[in-house]
């Protein structure tokens, strides 16, 4: 299948800084990216639709102010959660789709800890 | 809209037995897809299986298999000669055909005993 690197694995920021979450399709050409946020032992919440060259599509509840998102090319998607607090931590993952795949491609995740 | 049903939030199975997770779904769609995605402690999405609604012959994969009811609207999945390696998260998801969008359900943990 399809490859989907998402960086970093880990973070630790301070409260009130920002940071970026990186979302790659290695070997294909992504026309549409999601964001999760996952909670321990619950299942995976779609943040917002990202499709390239556009302005994401946001779900309900989800602050877009907090959370931007850029997808600037068919193979990078961006997550930045901005002025991050202690309620922001969580396990945020990506996944990767294109119109040629049934399957979406997720990325291994990246466990933010906001201190 | 479009939901997702697994009523099994645990299951448990002896390695080498076979073991059926449960989900169920809702839609008015003609055209989607089904999938068993797998996390393990990881936290890594793997896809296990899926089935296109359009197909009547149930999917297999290896040991997993699926019993797709489109009339009862039900996917479960058989997860036969268990492994200690099967042992994770195991999501039921639905993709309608217009949509690059999955809808996850709760999700069932499944333990492996020895």
């Known amino acids: 299948g399809a490859v989907v690197s998402q960086h970093p694995s880990r973070v630790i920021c301070k409260s009130g800084t920002s940071v970026k979450i990186e979302c790659r399709s290695l070997?294909?050409?992504?026309?549409?990216m999601f964001w999760y946020r996952q909670f321990p032992k619950q299942s995976l919440m779609l943040m917002a639709t990202s499709n390239e060259g556009s302005k994401a599509t946001y779900e309900q509840g989800v602050e877009k102010d907090k959370f931007l998102i850029n997808h600037a090319s068919l193979t990078l998607s961006t997550l930045t959660v901005t002025s991050a607090h202690p309620e922001d931590s969580s396990f945020y993952i990506c996944?990767?789709?294109?119109?040629?795949?049934?399957?979406?491609?997720f990325g291994q995740g990246t466990r933010l800890t906001v201190v | 809209a479009q939901t997702v049903t697994q009523s099994q939030p645990e299951m448990s199975v002896q390695e080498a037995e076979t073991v059926t997770l449960s989900c169920t779904y809702d839609t008015s769609e003609s055209d989607y897809y089904l999938f068993w995605y797998k996390q393990p402690p990881s936290r890594q999405m793997i896809l296990v299986i899926r089935q296109e609604a359009y197909k009547q012959q149930n999917a297999t994969e290896n040991r997993f298999s699926v019993n797709f009811q489109k009339a009862a609207k039900s996917f479960s999945l058989k997860i036969s000669d268990s492994q200690l390696g099967d042992a994770a998260m195991y999501f039921c998801?639905?993709?309608?055909?217009?949509?690059?969008?999955?809808?996850f359900g709760k999700g069932t943990k499944l333990t492996v005993n020895p």
């Open positions: 998801a639905y993709k309608w055909g217009g949509s690059e969008k999955l809808v």
């Open positions: 070997d294909f050409q992504a026309t549409t």
């Open positions: 996944s990767a789709s294109s119109r040629a795949n049934t399957e979406a491609f």
